[in-house]
């Protein structure tokens, strides 16, 4: 008889700028039994309001650099010279472990057998998204969040794997994502 061993389940939030994927992580793992918050890792700054351990684990380029050469990452990538990666010690074998993606670490999870994984494209109208962009910090850096605007139209021009979408336009209430996407039937794994 095979052992058949264990996946981790992750709800990975996709989306683009400002679409709210750190405020919806946060209340999903409030909100649903049994869930897990990601910690990712980044060698980007903290903005004003960001945590270390809480809201990334911000390191050094070296430390980063000896995480994906020890096999500690599940997934690690580059955007605007900087580095995220997801360290497998973030993740919980028994809840529903819930993160914030890219397009590229998402297409990494996809291939990774440990893994179940659902992916949820958190989708916001342009005028929220540029309120949000701007509100995150007191001296926004108004260039940079032009350049992930533009950057961001020609990354999600073609997603090529399949994902389940939330449409975030209220911002305070989102009990209405478990009956407008798929997370209960992948949680009870009917996904």
Do not use: H
Request: charge should be negative; glycine fraction near 6%.
């Amino acid at each position: 008889m095979k052992d058949i061993k264990k996946r981790y389940k992750i709800i990975a939030l996709f989306g683009k700028s400002g679409a709210g994927k750190d405020t919806i992580q946060k209340w999903l793992v409030s909100n649903l039994l049994n869930a897990n918050g990601i910690v990712s890792c980044t060698t980007r700054q903290p903005r004003d309001n960001e945590i270390d351990g809480k809201d990334y684990y911000f390191i050094t380029s070296t430390q980063f650099t000896q995480e994906l050469l020890n096999g500690n990452l599940l997934e690690a990538t580059e955007f605007n010279d900087w580095f995220y990666g997801t360290p497998i010690t973030s993740l919980a074998i028994d809840k529903i472990n819930i993160g914030v993606f890219n397009i590229a670490g998402i297409e990494c999870l996809l291939q990774d057998s440990r893994l179940d994984i659902l992916p949820l494209y958190i989708i916001t109208n342009d005028k929220d998204r540029l309120i949000r962009s701007l509100s995150r910090e007191q001296k926004p850096d108004c260039k940079e969040i032009c350049r992930r605007f533009l950057t961001d139209e020609k990354d999600f021009a073609n997603i090529e794997f399949n994902y389940d979408y939330y449409l975030n336009f209220n911002n305070k209430d989102f009990s209405n994502i478990f009956k407008e996407t798929c997370i209960q039937d992948f949680i009870n794994g009917q996904y």
